[in-house]
T-cell receptor, first 111, second 115 residues
Framework: AQSVTQPDIHITVSEGASLELRCNYSYGATPYLFWYVQSPGQGLQLLLK??????LVQGIKGFEAEFKRSQSSFNLRKPSVHWSDAAEYFCAVAGANNLFFGTGTRLTVIP | NAGVTQTPKFRILKIGQSMTLQCTQD?????MYWYRQDPGMGLKLIYYSVGAGITDKGEVPNGYNVSRSTTEDFPLRLELAAPSQTSVYFCASRMDRQTSNQPQHFGDGTRLSIL
């Protein structure tokens, strides 16, 4: 069965520092992977997705993620974090009819 | 371009009451979903629909019902509200199956408290 693990519940970084959010997935075949961001009181917005091809995918707002099959990982990165990036981030893997979400990582940005 | 619209945004119910959470999308998407989000638990799928007249259960369907009479609308009904149903509910839609190259669009959520 598909599943996603986000091992970090809460991460705090300084503005301008680099960021990496971890995501590990469980899936028998080639996975379709997503990263979503949720600002307080808002729905989820798609940051980026991986379906096939290049293992480094670029998304919106300067985010990127790298698919590593050998590690079953799809970590999200950003070279320089902005205060507006403070939010909750969800990794997800596609099932037959729906998405399986991780439990999320809350990002706090310190000025 | 409204996207996915959910109403109401907030609601407080008493135990045993019933209510319908409304969801409508104007993107002519075939697939629609209802999720609930609980703290520290991510999103869990309640029900989904692959088109008008077709619905199916997700991971946590107990206590809920859905219908899909039109492409645009996918209401979620709670018949006998219970405290365990206190949560934030999200509706989402997409054009085709999850495995196609199409993003899933989310509404802003309905925050429901049952007291």
């Amino acid at each position: 069965a598909q599943s996603v693990t986000q091992p970090d519940i809460h991460i705090t970084v300084s503005e301008g520092a680099s960021l990496e959010l971890r995501c590990n997935y469980s899936y028998g075949a080639t996975p379709y992977l997503f990263w979503y961001v949720q600002s307080p009181g808002q729905g989820l917005q798609l940051l980026l997705k991986y379906f096939s091809g290049d293992t480094l995918v670029q998304g919106i707002k300067g985010f990127e993620a790298e698919f590593k099959r050998s590690q079953s990982s799809f970590n999200l990165r950003k070279p320089s974090v902005h205060w507006s990036d403070a939010a909750e981030y969800f990794c997800a893997v596609a099932g037959a009819n729906n998405l399986f979400f991780g439990t999320g990582t809350r990002l706090t940005v310190i000025p | 371009n409204a996207g996915v619209t959910q109403t109401p945004k907030f609601r407080i119910l008493k135990i045993g009451q019933s209510m319908t959470l409304q969801c409508t999308q104007d993107m002519n998407h075939n697939y629609m979903y209802w999720y609930r989000q609980d703290p520290g638990m991510g999103l869990k799928l309640i029900y989904y629909s692959v088109g008008a007249g077709i619905t199916d259960k997700g991971e946590v369907p107990n206590g809920y019902n859905v219908s899909r009479s039109t492409t645009e609308d996918f209401p979620l009904r709670l018949e006998l509200a219970a405290p365990s149903q206190t949560s934030v509910y999200f509706c989402a839609s997409r054009m085709d199956r999850q495995t196609s190259n199409q993003p899933q669009h989310f509404g802003d959520g309905t925050r429901l408290s049952i007291l």
